[in-house]
């Protein structure tokens, strides 16, 4: 059996490994403190790790980041191999794309699959002849720019949703169908509880279907249950013991017996 784990920046494992790199790395925080004037100005004063490390650094952070994320310690209970294809800013469109390839890549017929959605906000768009992911929120310059400005004009919270929406069902109908994955399952980073129900009645049956069977299958990062822990770093990500409890609540349900 091999572990396969797809999704974004908390599958990867982002800020796990930021403490090391700063001098008065703040002590985890509340949700609700995330915007406090502390925070706020740690975050004025020391830039964030994109832009002080090269580009081959950050690659290399990112690789150590995972050996400190859920992915890589439930493995490591599970004794069971794996891979985490997880990256910091993926789209839900990114997350299909590495799953449809690199399942179909994969010569292991016993594949069980983790995926971790991102939200509505992101998607994928071919550019200068490589992918690459939008965000809403995010700055962009020159023709790139243009391209972003038109997409948000052209679109809105119902266009976003419904295409989130047929990715979901998309990558949940590829995980039943395919024979190399022999069990499959969702990992709630906080954007389920933020989609408390929906007012989109030509999508509501598709929508209900689709939650109803993922929730058979959804573990839940433990600090999604308590927002009022003290857990938070500063750009919004958990510290690694919220992964760990996570990978233990995986295995215990998974692998334990």
């Known amino acids: 059996m091999t572990f396969l784990f797809f999704g974004g920046s908390f599958t990867a494992g982002v800020e796990l490994l930021d403490h090391e790199f700063y001098p008065e790395y703040p002590t985890p925080v509340s949700l609700l403190d995330l915007d406090s004037e502390y925070i706020k100005k740690w975050k004025k004063k020391y830039k964030p790790l994109w832009q002080l490390k090269t580009k081959n650094e950050l ?9 400190h994320s859920y992915a890589h310690k439930l493995a490591e209970l599970c004794n069971i191999e794996y891979k985490n294809f997880a990256i910091g800013g993926s789209s839900i469109q990114k ?3 590495l799953l449809t390839t690199e ?56 266009s976003r949703f419904c295409i989130w929406l047929l990715e979901m069902q998309a990558i949940y109908d590829f995980c039943s169908n395919n024979d190399k994955i022999k069990d499959f399952y969702f990992v709630n ?26 929730n058979k299958r959804l573990f839940h990062f433990p600090h999604t249950k308590n927002n009022e822990e003290k857990v938070f770093l500063p750009y919004g990500h958990v510290k690694e013991k919220v992964h760990e409890d996570l990978a233990v609540e995986i295995y215990k349900k998974m692998c334990e017996n």
Request: hydrophobic letters at 35%; a negative charge; zero cysteines.
């Open 59 to 67: 690659k290399n952070i990112a690789e150590e980041q995972k050996k």
């Open 95 to 97: 997350i299909r794309y």
């Open 103 to 158: 399942v179909q890549k994969n010569n292991n017929s016993n594949l069980t699959v983790f995926i971790h959605p991102t939200g509505a906000e992101r998607w994928m768009e071919y550019v200068d002849n490589q992918w690459m992911d939008f965000i809403v929120g995010n700055e962009y310059h020159d023709d790139i720019k243009e391209y972003f400005k038109f997409k948000i004009l052209s679109n809105n919270d119902y």
């Open 189 to 214: 980073d906080g954007l389920f509880n933020s989609i408390t129900g929906i007012q989109y009645q030509d999508l509501l049956t598709t929508y209900s279907s689709l939650i109803s069977n993922i």
